[in-house]
Structures are given as structure tokens and as C-alpha cells.
């Protein structure tokens, strides 16, 4: 058995920036996939007239999320995974560390 006593937040961070960056740029496509289906629908509110064009605009909002989610997954994921490194940096001084069977 090998014991985990220290992980670095550093390390943390890059493989949190990176495994939430790609969970933010599927959820992007799929955020556009959508927006691009329903946007030329209209689905607005009820009763409220809607502005000339913006059918269009709904369209192509969603390609902006393929930009925005990674960039905000990634760097939201890679700070909380520091975070969560350094805690368990601190916990794992108090109990000895995590155990794990490595063959």
C-alpha cells in the first residue's frame, strides 16, 4: 500500500483547469447545438413583441458559450481543485494520509 500524504496545489490546478475546461467545452457545443435549433424558433416571452433580427441573435448566442464555459469551467475547476488540494493537504497532516493499493 502507498500512502498520499501531500498532494500539490499547483499540480491540482492544471489537471482541474484542464479536465473542467473540456467538461466546459462540451457543455458549450452542446449549449450551441441547442441554441441553434431553438433560436430561429422565437421562444420568447409571451406577449412580448420581439425585436427585428433577434432570432438571428439567439441563433449564434450559443457559439459563444463553446468560448465562455472552457475559459470559466477551467479556471473555476483548476481554483477549486487547488483548494481542495490544500485541504487535503491539511486534513491528511492530521490523519496520516490517504491509502492506495497501486499494483
Known sequence: MAIIR??????????GLVLYALMGLLMGIFMACIS??????????PGVPDVPGAHIARMFMGVGAIIFLPIMYGIFGGIFAAIGAFIYNLVAGWVGGLEVDIS
Open 36 to 45: 441553434m435549433v431553438l433560436g430561429p424558433m422565437g421562444l420568447g416571452a
Open 6 to 15: 501531500r498532494v500539490g496545489p499547483g499540480s491540482a490546478f492544471k489537471v
